[in-house]
């Protein structure tokens, strides 16, 4: 039993229309019948879920600051704070073309449908206070990224963002997400579903960087239909334990989904990744390559499963997960698995946790490089392949700025540590 | 492989070539000098301009005036040409935005294609390319003694003759001091070598002019094959011309 503030009256207080009340409402109590997850599962396993105390958080009652990192040549920007929507803009010309970006109507019942993957997903499902809703009509292409920015700064808050990117037939759209927070300590479960009809082209990145304090507990499920094309990407830099389960459905013939992430820890840090890759018609592809960094006493965890099912001959899955240990005391756990229902299928999977390249680290000290630089320019260069790779390029140089960022901090410790004092 | 007897002696200026058949250890006499890790000096001194390298780290050797080309150069994603030098250089206190036109330059004088400047570090590269792109290194960093392991391998002749022309340039103009570390005697019709020193099991057996390496060629090492003894490991790199 989930015994907290978090109520079937509770769900059910949240203004919005009818049918999204009576989903909260029963959400709410399918979570009240629920036990908290814990690690005996495998989906659980390598986190300090045990440790998460839902009854220090409760829903913020109000919006505060907005957040503040700018996205240039956006088309539409939707920004939350504390889980409440406090800003909306959609350009004209967007506008003009169908495109949708609002929070849910009643209009909008036929999106009840349950996508929810976990207890945290059906708990989004119950207090998400105002899911957010990017909807691009039949063949249009949408000119620029449309934004939508997550902010915290209420201490305490528990906040359930929810984002439904609709994408109709023969569409293109780039959406980014950004969530960012306070110095201060919260729970935030975000929510994510991707519908990607036939032949529409949808990339997705998310960058999330919120504050130490913070648990993050996200799940994306994404449908790819027939000759769609989906490229969604995570850069999870923040967070204290910040973990993302990703489940992509390729429900159409000729499907394609490429999932292209990076992370990276410090302190201490914990990054969880669970994906799911699920071809469930023929001719699908899908290409993973997930690369992080592990420094301090940091930890990083990547568990992946394809699954090729019976009906989906001509298959191809790829699976690559890389990981860079930069301190004895990091850890890294990468496990990926395959579920293969069909024979005509090419699959792949390969994954590897080390330390920084020895040879690579010689061949540029030996001309000249000191160590600490050469270490910052091979951790650097190892994302560069996921970076050159992002969806949504008006996005990439906040994500590189704030990752050179976090390689500089390690670059100088070590330096530190190797030359004794850092005066 | 251990190093037992090797009394190198390469001034400034000059070009050694230092022969031997597989497994003389050719390369861990390369690796040694250079600080590679695990390649550990037990006893002896390596000395370059007399500043005592056998404690210094790779790159603090780089800076006393230490390069070296590897036989198959490492790849580095990510890390281009361009960005390391300029690290390399300002790592000295040298002016890093002179960079771009040195590369220029150098690229030019040995024919390496410039669209390659924006790949990664020997990733994609031929062998050709991956000795040009070290050519290039060599002319900007402007070392005082280059190491070459196996300079010839995997190279065509085209790029093995530029490659070589720019080094016998920098022996003339920047008296560059030359080891290069080779199984075949073929480097040494494009790359002219003053001494010829022999490698067998870890020992020089033999020092001897350019009529060594021809020597060679006839009678490949079976005349030094049965020697077994060891002496101490010296190696002095730079200074004066001992010729």
């Known amino acids: 039993m989930i015994d907290s503030q978090f109520t079937p009256e509770a769900a059910g207080a949240i203004p919005g229309p009818d049918w999204l009340a009576r989903r909260r409402v029963a959400a709410a109590e399918q979570v009240a019948a629920s036990a908290m997850p814990s690690v005996e599962e495998e989906l659980w396993r390598y986190t300090p879920i045990g440790q998460l105390d839902l009854g220090r958080y409760q829903l913020a009652t109000d919006a ?3 957040s503040p990192t700018p996205i240039p040549g956006h088309c539409a920007i939707a920004d939350t704070s504390n889980g409440w929507l406090c800003g909306m803009e959609l350009a004209l010309e967007t506008a003009a073309q169908g495109v949708e970006v609002r929070p849910l ?11 929810d993957v976990d207890l945290f997903a059906v708990m989004n499902a119950a207090f998400s206070v105002e899911p957010v809703l990017v909807r691009v009509p039949p063949g249009v292409s949408v000119e620029g990224p449309i934004v939508v920015r997550h902010w915290i700064d209420a201490e ?36 994510v579903e991707i519908r990607v009809a036939s032949a529409a082209r949808v990339g997705y990145l998310a960058m999330q960087d919120l504050g130490p304090k913070v648990w993050h507990i996200g799940s994306q499920v994404s449908h790819i239909g027939s000759q769609a094309h989906m490229r969604a990407s995570t850069a999870a830099l923040g ?35 669970r994906t799911f890759q699920d071809h ?30 019976p009906e989906a001959r001509g298959t191809n899955a790829y699976q690559t997960n890389r990981n860079i240990k930069l301190s004895e005391d990091a850890w890294a756990e ?50 560069d392949e996921v970076l050159d790779q992002f969806p949504v390029l008006e996005a990439v140089p906040a994500v590189r700025d704030r990752l050179h960022s976090k390689i500089e901090g390690f670059s100088h410790h070590h330096a530190i540590e190797r030359n004794g004092s850092g005066a | 492989m251990v190093l037992n007897g090797v009394n190198l002696r390469v001034g400034s200026g000059e070009v050694h070539a230092v022969m031997g058949p597989n497994g003389s250890g050719k390369s861990t006499l390369a690796y040694a000098i250079m600080g590679r890790p695990g390649y550990e000096v037990t006893a002896g001194s ?51 935005s002179a960079v771009e036109a040195q590369v220029a330059a150098e690229a030019d004088l040995v024919g390496f294609d410039v669209e390659l400047l924006y790949r990664s570090l020997n990733v994609d590269l ?117 010729l």
């Open chain 1, 64 to 66: 505060g600051a907005q």
């Open chain 1, 105 to 115: 109507g009643e209009s909008d019942a036929e999106l009840a449908a349950s996508v």
């Open chain 1, 156 to 191: 305490g808050a528990a906040v359930f963002p929810r984002l439904i990117v609709d994408a109709g037939a023969d569409s293109s759209v780039e959406v980014l997400e950004l969530y960012g927070s306070a110095d201060v300590a919260a729970f935030v479960s975000p929510v």
């Open chain 1, 239 to 273: 967070g204290g334990y910040a973990r993302m389960r990703l489940d992509t459905h390729l429900s159409g013939r000729g499907a394609t989904g490429d999932l292209i992430s990076l992370y990276f820890g410090d302190g201490d840090q914990t990054l969880d990744f």
């Open chain 1, 280 to 309: 469930a018609a023929p001719d699908t592809t899908s290409s993973l390559l997930f690369k992080g960094a592990v420094d301090d006493s940091s930890r990083s965890v990547y568990t992946g499963l394809i699954r090729v099912r």
């Open chain 1, 334 to 383: 990468s496990v990926p698995n395959l579920e293969i229902e069909n024979n005509e299928v090419h699959c792949s999977h390969a994954s590897a946790v080390g330390p920084i390249d020895g040879e690579q680290l010689f061949y540029l000290e030996s001309r000249g490089v000191p160590t600490e630089t050469a270490e910052r320019l091979i951790v650097t260069g190892f994302f």
């Open chain 2, 46 to 96: 390596i000395g370059l301009n007399g500043v005592d390298l056998v404690d210094l780290s790779p790159w603090e050797r780089a800076h006393a005036g230490l390069f070296s080309t590897q036989q198959y150069p490492t790849e580095v994603p990510g890390v281009g040409l361009e960005i390391m030098l300029e690290e390399a250089v300002a790592a000295v206190g040298g002016d890093r």
């Open chain 2, 126 to 242: 031929s062998g050709g390319e991956m000795k040009r792109s070290e050519a290039v290194q060599l002319g900007v960093l402007r070392p005082r003694i280059a190491i070459l392991d196996e300079l010839d391998s995997g190279l065509d002749v085209d790029a093995l003759a530029a490659v070589s022309h720019r080094i016998e340039q920098a022996t003339h103009q920047d008296d560059l001091g030359v080891l290069a570390i080779t199984h075949f005697s073929r480097l040494l019709t494009v790359l002219h070598a003053d001494v010829v020193h022999v490698l067998i099991d870890g020992v020089i057996r033999e020092t001897g002019g350019p009529e060594l390496a021809a020597q060679l060629e006839e009678t490949g090492y079976d005349p030094w094959i049965d020697d077994r003894s060891v002496a101490p490991v010296e190696i002095h790199l730079g200074g004066d011309p001992w």
